[in-house]
Nanobody, 122 residues
Framework: QVQLQESGPGLVKPSQTLSLTCTVS??????????WMWIRQPPGKGLEWMGV???????YYSPSLKSRTSISRDTSKNQFSLQLSSVSPEDTAVYYC??????????????WGQGTQVTVSS
């Protein structure tokens, strides 16, 4: 059973960079075919996919956030991280890390962290 835990500051000032880390246990972030994602949910809104780092280290980002987002990993610590630059109050949200692997039409693995609240305010 893969477990994920987000960590990072809960308060970030406007124009600064938001940095979060997801620590993974119960599985390796290099395990074949797993995708490691960051997803957020602003207050009163739905889930927003931000980006992914795949098991092979390749990255893909939401087009709307691509210019401000970077996802990296530290395989020695079994962690992956999110950096979101030039934040504004609109980036206030609960941020989740997620691990996903599609196996067949009837089988998939989908694990979530508990989420961490990040507020952007001066």
């Amino acid at each position: 059973q893969v477990q994920l835990q987000e960590s990072g500051p809960g308060l970030v000032k406007p124009s600064q960079t938001l940095s979060l880390t997801c620590t993974v246990s119960g599985g390796s972030i290099t395990t074949n075919y797993y995708a490691w994602m960051w997803i957020r949910q602003p207050p009163g809104k739905g889930l927003e996919w931000m980006g992914v780092i795949a098991y092979d280290g390749s990255t893909y980002y939401s087009p709307s956030l691509k210019s401000r987002t970077s996802i990296s990993r530290d395989t020695s610590k079994n962690q992956f991280s999110l950096q979101l630059s030039s934040v504004s109050p609109e980036d206030t949200a609960v941020y989740y890390c997620n691990a996903y692997r599609w196996v067949t039409l009837n089988k998939e693995y989908d694990y979530w962290g508990q989420g961490t609240q990040v507020t952007v305010s001066s």
